[in-house]
């Protein structure tokens, strides 16, 4: 193996920079160190509070450098990656906001004659040290979703960022620097995948956050040291149901968004849009001109609407799977194409096979897929019939619809009138079934690299 990588324009493909590989020494070196650093004790609570303000603000004031950055490496389009940046900023104080309120509780005691006397509570403590895998498609505000909750627990943090997308990653974690968090408290780290499987394996780590691969996540998984807690987050195949009483006009907006948003590239992507058959037609007069005048260009140009996908063998993936999915009886109302080498065009299928990839998988990629529906419970039956369970929206201006499908889709969060990558930083964000494992979301990541201890005082 290469002793470094090249970090590459996701758009011209033009080498940005080269950053050499970690060694094993340098893994356990930092393992060792935030082992020792746990032992310890925690910052104080209110320096952690401090860090944590002005590493928010000095990502809020640099957040135009930070979104060229993202939209260099990663490819989202600049309006989208100027987005990215200011959610990082509130979720590294949304991480200080929840150490602020977060404590443990008052055990009732006295219910019963064998515990009158006593007094009990809990407090939180941190779990010990951290190891997070992230992945390129927000390369930003993931690692403020991983370590930002740990700064806030108190836990030691060795990050490893998307070869694709590491540069953010390094700028996240000198801004903390900055802010003055004693450097080894939060690492980045550049490793082989043998290496970093040693590094997520070993039984010093407390606490192992995961974005990415469903396969490798699952794998990793099986592999983690006994008490090793670990949260999960992996893709989908997101549906949406859309009813012959919604808003169409709203409907289309909203999902041109959903589904088209950083290339599609997002694990909650709106993919497959089940519509009721007799409104059908007049939703595809819609969509369909929309999705068509997105503007596909250099993601650093203000005006870019969709960017590049990451790798040239993804625009070769995406388009296999649309060939499949015509050849499976799909009509491709628009799109199809590729571009160059790094871009595909926005993509609407018609009616693909119930077999086909697109249908059944993930495609991450900018192709949405329109189906008919009769009946509803068969629709229900269709959107829930993939081994994934992410988002999932509806769109309906029937609130008995609405409380039905919210009911019976078989999703960790259901949007109403809305698309499926609706997502704010502090509200609880999980896969259920193959898409995960835990919850995600500042607050309730920081509640899983905390635990509880119980204190229990005679007081009679």
Same mark, same amino acid.
């Given at each position: 193996?290469?002793?470094?990588?090249?970090?590459?324009?996701?758009?011209?493909?033009?080498?940005?920079?080269?950053?050499?590989?970690?060694?094993?020494?340098?893994?356990?070196?930092?393992?060792?160190?935030?082992?020792?650093?746990?032992?310890?004790?925690?910052?104080?609570?209110?320096?952690?509070?401090?860090?944590?303000?002005?590493?928010?603000?000095?990502?809020?004031?640099?957040?135009?450098?930070?979104?060229?950055?993202?939209?260099?490496?990663?490819?989202?389009?600049?309006?989208?990656?100027?987005?990215?940046?200011?959610?990082?900023?509130?979720?590294?104080?949304?991480?200080?906001?929840?150490?602020?309120?977060?404590?443990?509780?008052?055990?009732?005691?006295?219910?019963?004659?064998?515990?009158?006397?006593?007094?009990?509570?809990?407090?939180?403590?941190?779990?010990?040290?951290?190891?997070?895998?992230?992945?390129?498609?927000?390369?930003?505000?993931?690692?403020?979703?991983?370590?930002?909750?740990?700064?806030?627990?108190?836990?030691?943090?060795?990050?490893?960022?998307?070869?694709?997308?590491?540069?953010?990653?390094?700028?996240?974690?000198?801004?903390?620097?900055?802010?003055?968090?004693?450097?080894?408290? %939060?690492?980045?780290?550049?490793?082989?995948?043998?290496?970093?499987?040693?590094?997520?394996?070993?039984?010093?780590?407390?606490?192992?956050?995961?974005?990415?691969?469903?396969?490798?996540?699952?794998?990793?998984?099986?592999?983690?040291?006994?008490?090793?807690?670990?949260?999960?987050?992996?893709?989908?195949?997101?549906?949406?149901?859309?009813?012959?009483?919604?808003?169409?006009?709203?409907?289309?907006?909203?999902?041109?968004?959903?589904?088209?948003?950083?290339?599609?590239?997002?694990?909650?992507?709106?993919?497959?849009?089940?519509?009721?058959?007799?409104?059908?037609?007049?939703?595809?007069?819609?969509?369909?001109?929309?999705?068509?005048?997105?503007?596909? %260009?250099?993601?650093?140009?203000?005006?870019?609407?969709?960017?590049?996908?990451?790798?040239?063998?993804?625009?070769?993936?995406?388009?296999?799977?649309?060939?499949?999915?015509?050849?499976?009886?799909?009509?491709?109302?628009?799109?199809?194409?590729?571009?160059?080498?790094?871009?595909?065009?926005?993509?609407?299928?018609?009616?693909?096979?119930?077999?086909?990839?697109?249908?059944?998988?993930?495609?991450?990629?900018?192709?949405?897929?329109?189906?008919?529906?009769?009946?509803?419970?068969?629709?229900?039956?269709?959107?829930?019939?993939?081994?994934?369970?992410?988002?999932?929206?509806?769109?309906?201006?029937?609130?008995?619809?609405?409380?039905?499908?919210?009911?019976?889709?078989?999703?960790?969060?259901?949007?109403?009138?809305?698309?499926?990558?609706?997502?704010?930083?502090?509200?609880?964000?999980?896969?259920?079934?193959?898409?995960?494992?835990?919850?995600?979301?500042?607050?309730?990541?920081?509640?899983?690299?905390?635990?509880?201890?119980?204190?229990?005082?005679?007081?009679?």
């Amino acid at each position: 193996m290469s002793e470094s990588f090249t970090v590459y324009s996701a758009w011209t493909r033009e080498p940005i920079k080269e950053l050499p590989y970690d060694t094993a020494e340098t893994s356990e070196r930092y393992l060792s160190e935030a082992h020792d650093l746990w032992r310890k004790g925690p910052l104080p609570k209110s320096r952690r509070i401090e860090i944590l303000e002005k590493a928010s603000q000095l990502v809020s004031d640099r957040a135009e450098e930070l979104a060229l950055q993202i939209a260099l490496e990663g490819g989202k389009p600049y309006a989208d990656s100027l987005v990215e940046a200011h959610r990082a900023a509130a979720s590294i104080k949304s991480a200080a906001e929840t150490l602020a309120h977060k404590a443990g509780t008052e055990i009732p005691m006295g219910l019963t004659p064998s515990s009158e006397g006593y007094r009990a509570y809990t407090r939180l403590e941190p779990i010990g040290p951290v190891v997070a895998v992230s992945a390129f498609n927000h390369p930003l505000n993931l690692i403020a979703h991983q370590v930002a909750p740990a700064v806030a627990a108190g836990c030691p943090v060795i990050v490893k960022p998307s070869n694709a997308t590491p540069l953010s990653c390094l700028s996240f974690i000198d801004i903390l620097r900055e802010a003055g968090l004693p450097e080894q408290w %939060a690492r980045a780290i550049m490793l082989s995948n043998e290496l970093a499987t040693k590094l997520v394996t070993d039984s010093r780590v407390a606490f192992f956050a995961f974005i990415g691969s469903a396969k490798v996540g699952w794998w990793l998984k099986s592999q983690l040291a006994a008490g090793t807690r670990c949260a999960l987050e992996h893709g989908g195949s997101a549906p949406v149901i859309i009813t012959a009483d919604a808003d169409l006009d709203d409907a289309a907006q909203r999902l041109v968004k959903g589904g088209y948003y950083h290339a599609g590239q997002v694990c909650v992507s709106s993919q497959r849009i089940l519509v009721d058959a007799t409104v059908k037609d007049s939703f595809l007069a819609k969509f369909t001109p929309l999705v068509a005048a997105l503007k596909v %260009a250099d993601p650093q140009l203000k005006d870019s609407e969709v960017g590049p996908l990451i790798n040239p063998g993804e625009v070769t993936r995406v388009h296999e799977w649309v060939q499949e999915a015509v050849a499976s009886g799909a009509e491709c109302i628009t799109g199809g194409q590729i571009i160059s080498e790094t871009a595909y065009q926005p993509t609407i299928l018609d009616s693909p096979g119930p077999n086909a990839k697109i249908s059944k998988q993930e495609i991450f990629g900018p192709v949405t897929a329109v189906y008919a529906f009769d009946d509803l419970g068969a629709a229900i039956a269709q959107a829930n019939d993939v081994e994934w369970s992410f988002q999932a929206s509806v769109f309906t201006q029937n609130l008995k619809t609405a409380e039905r499908l919210s009911s019976e889709l078989n999703a960790a969060s259901v949007m109403i009138n809305e698309h499926t990558a609706f997502r704010t930083d502090w509200m609880p964000f999980a896969g259920w079934a193959g898409s995960g494992y835990d919850t995600g979301g500042v607050p309730y990541t920081f509640h899983s690299m905390s635990r509880e201890k119980m204190v229990v005082t005679r007081i009679e």
